[in-house]
């Protein structure tokens, strides 16, 4: 699928995904995406879980680290 890119008046890019889009990959306002680079001028978008947006701030935060840390040992023993 091809999308258009858009630009604010204030400089930044954006672009619209399609409502129809949005339902049916079950994507919403405020959803973290994760961009991979294909590597041939393609980008591949995937939502992430929850488990990987507090995996991200983890690095971020000492105590979100600690309590991934926390979750990931009683998820994964």
Known sequence: ?????????????????????QKE??????????WGDNGDGSWTLSKLSQLDVLKLK???DP????EYDRLEEWLFR
């Open 25 to 34: 990959l079950s994507w919403n306002e405020g959803d973290t995406i994760s």
């Open 63 to 66: 105590e979100v680290k600690a």
């Open 1 to 21: 699928m091809q999308i258009k890119i858009e630009q604010h008046e204030n400089g930044e890019y954006y672009f619209l995904i399609p409502e129809q889009l």
């Open 58 to 60: 983890a690095f971020e």
